[in-house]
């Protein structure tokens, strides 16, 4: 599991931002005293840092120059602050990417998961449930020797299945993680979306690999 690191002093956003993280598979950890930032998460263990420019007495342009100093995991700067000038000095400094509040969830999400790749692309590449394969990179599901491509609301289905494995997820929980909030997606188009994928499943032999869980959701 990947672990995210939080650089946020506005503990609503921090706690926000937690909560998406861990909701979608990764483990978050998250600072809540900024006197000495960069000594403080010397101890800590994480492969990705969302940072805040406006920190409390210091900014995060120089937090994140003195952790480039000691590493070169990825920074995607979070941050209210949104001129070109921020932008430029974000690179300047060493950050990865940049991203204004407020965010879209999915394109943080996505930025995340491209620096993840990116930073260590031999760790990154599928995900595996009793022996079938969710391909991280081509957006397919491959059993035994045969594979299916999936459209791209049918890999989110499979991700989120893949990171929950072993858990039931209600359709509700499907819909406010798994669309946008400003879009309405009802439960009839979720089990469309549902029945479509179990389709491309049965074909290459994975029979019931999507279980329906009486009044709870689904599960693989």
Request: net charge neutral; proline share 2%; aromatic share 10%.
């Amino acid at each position: 599991m990947y672990s995210i690191l939080i650089i946020e002093d506005d503990k609503a956003i921090r706690d926000e931002l937690a909560v998406l993280l861990e909701s979608f598979g990764y483990r978050a950890v998250a600072l809540d005293k900024f006197e000495n930032v960069v000594e403080d998460i010397k101890g800590l263990s994480y492969n990705l840092i969302l940072l805040d420019i406006n920190l409390p007495n210091q900014n995060g342009f120089d937090v994140c120059r003195k952790i480039r100093e000691i590493n070169n995991v990825p920074i995607i700067f979070v941050t209210s602050r949104n001129s070109e000038q921020d932008e430029l000095k974000s690179i300047i400094t060493g950050g990865s990417d940049f991203i204004t509040k407020p965010y879209n969830k999915y394109i943080l999400l996505e930025k995340i998961k491209r620096k993840l790749k990116e930073s260590n692309p031999t760790n990154y590449k599928e995900l595996v449930v009793r022996d079938v394969v969710l391909d991280l990179h081509l957006s397919l599901i491959r059993y035994k020797d045969h594979e299916v491509e999936l459209t791209r609301n049918e890999f989110r289905i499979m991700y989120y299945l893949f990171l929950n494995a072993g858990n039931d997820i209600s359709k509700e929980k499907f819909m406010e993680d798994l669309w946008n909030d400003k879009f309405y997606i009802d439960e009839n188009i979720l089990c469309v979306n549902i029945n479509r994928v179990r389709k491309k499943l049965e074909d290459i032999g994975l029979h019931n690999f999507i279980k329906t869980v009486r009044g709870r959701g689904y599960r693989i």
